[in-house]
């Protein structure tokens, strides 16, 4: 069982907006402003899409955005196309014995 | 660019060891520390471990479920990381990524191509 609690699947049809939750606790999403989310598409190795909860790594489109409300953690991703269809995975720096956490991983399914 | 390149992976028996290495470029290696995340096949992320730089003494730390089998070290001089891991076993069956901090370092944002590791008699 993964430390952050994500859906398991979300989907949507081009051009629509989706978000993905991120639920943590106080030792970790909602203790940091260190939430940062990673896009993977089969076969290949994540890639970050937004770091610091909502700030945007050179070279990823606007339409991603990243925002956190207590405990939980959203990446939104407006005027979806079909490329962003992958899986995405939020991830946490943590004050435990283990300092990064990971989300079970959630697939998007563009319609 | 940054680049790393992981490799030594395969298949061994539940009880062997198998070394992995991540040679790496772009970037100044000895100030950088380096983390070892994995990924089992149809599974989440899983932070493994990671080495400090020698400005921070080489400090490493692991996960719960590989402390005291698995052991990173690392080589400046040939701007690459290692993963030694022994005592395996099936549910360290993975893809093994190296991976570097980005900015703030509150974030992985380099990853390598990643190296599988299957353990099976």
């Known amino acids: 069982q993964s430390a952050l609690t994500q859906p398991a699947s979300v989907s949507g049809s081009p051009g629509q907006s989706i978000t993905i939750s991120c639920t943590g606790t106080?030792?970790?999403?909602?203790?940091?402003?260190?939430v940062s989310w990673y896009q993977q598409h089969p076969g290949k190795a994540p890639k970050l899409m937004i770091y610091?909860?909502?700030n945007r790594p050179s070279g990823v489109p606007d339409r991603f955005s990243g925002s956190k409300s207590g405990n939980t953690a959203s990446l939104t991703i407006s005027g979806l196309q079909a490329e962003d269809e992958a899986d995405y995975y939020c991830?946490?720096?943590?004050?435990?014995?283990?300092?990064?956490?990971f989300g079970g991983g959630t697939k998007l399914t563009v319609l | 660019e940054v680049q790393l390149v992981e490799s030594g992976g395969g298949l061994v028996q539940p009880g062997g060891s198998l070394k992995l290495s991540c040679a790496a470029s772009?970037?100044?290696?000895?100030?950088?520390?380096m983390h070892w995340v994995r990924q089992a096949s149809g599974k989440g992320l899983e932070w493994v471990g990671r080495?400090?730089?020698?400005?921070?003494?080489?400090?490493?730390g692991y996960a719960a479920s590989v402390k005291g089998r698995f052991t990173i070290s690392r080589d400046d001089s040939k701007n690459t990381a290692f993963l030694q891991m022994n005592s395996l076993k099936t549910e360290d069956t993975a893809v093994y990524y190296c991976?570097?901090?980005?900015?703030?370092?509150?974030?992985?944002?380099?990853w390598g191509q990643g190296t599988l590791v299957t353990v099976s008699s």
């Open positions: 991976t570097r901090l980005g900015v703030g370092a509150t974030n992985f944002q380099h």
């Open positions: 106080s030792s970790d999403v909602g203790g940091y402003n260190y």
């Open positions: 991830s946490s720096y943590t004050s435990s014995s283990t300092p990064w956490v």
């Open positions: 772009g970037f100044t290696f000895s100030g950088s520390a």
């Open positions: 610091d909860v909502s």
């Open positions: 080495i400090r730089s020698n400005a921070n003494s080489y400090a490493t």
